[in-house]
């Protein structure tokens, strides 16, 4: 991604560019990793977190991003943005609020960061977890934006919070279980369950 800006500013004085630096993107039908918090949650299973589960994560809404591409689409020159939705959370609260709102028993299991992040290093090489070593390192770490200068210049403002997201999406979630394809099907990975691995050991004795 960061070379690809490297390129696009090479024809800044040929064509009009607008870059957005976004952060996860969730929303209705979304699945992915989210199917799996998802099914541990719907089932009363207790989920778990590396560390204490301080780190703020942003998302945003996919609708707020169409919102932000067709904003951008309008812009002349060069110029990159962040977008992400307003009210980033810690992932402790976002587990929270999604437990609370199923109305599920489901705990919070906190795990200490290294030896977590060793196990899940070594189940990934042997191919059995769902986790690869992008998602499993960015599970303990802050990820989140400044959005000063997109609303500014653009008028942009996301109309969804993350938690206002994953709300959504759990609902869909709930109502279309069962109807879902897994991964290695012709379907995107994120609109699709993944294969559990070890995590379906896990769950069954959560």
Not at 49 to 66: P, R, Y
Not at 68 to 76: G, I, M, Q, V
Not at 122 to 144: A, R, W
Request: a positive charge; hydrophobic letters at 40%; proline letters at 3%.
């Amino acid at each position: 991604k960061v070379q690809a800006e490297k390129e696009l500013a090479k024809y800044t004085d040929k064509m009009d560019i607008q870059i957005l630096r976004c952060p996860v993107i969730s929303g209705i039908g979304r699945l992915g990793l989210q199917a799996i918090l998802f099914g541990f949650i719907a089932e009363n299973k207790n989920v778990y977190l590396l560390g204490k589960g301080e780190n703020i994560f942003q998302f945003v809404d996919v609708d707020d991003v169409c919102q932000a591409l067709e904003k951008a689409s309008h812009k002349k020159g060069f110029a990159i943005y962040n977008i992400g939705a307003d009210q980033p959370l810690s992932m402790r609260e976002i587990y929270q609020k999604v437990i609370t709102y199923a109305g599920s028993t489901s705990k919070i299991i906190s795990l200490p960061a290294a030896p977590a992040l060793f196990l899940l290093s070594l189940l990934d090489k042997l191919n059995i977890s769902p986790l690869g070593i992008y998602q499993y390192t960015m599970l303990g770490k802050s990820l989140y934006t400044d959005t000063k200068k997109i609303k500014k210049e653009l008028g942009w403002k996301p109309q969804k919070t993350t938690l206002d997201t994953f709300i959504e999406n759990y609902t869909w979630y709930k109502k279309n279980k069962g109807k879902f394809t897994t991964i290695g099907d012709n379907t995107s990975a994120n609109k699709s369950v993944p294969k559990m691995g070890i995590l379906g050991l896990i769950k069954f004795f959560s």
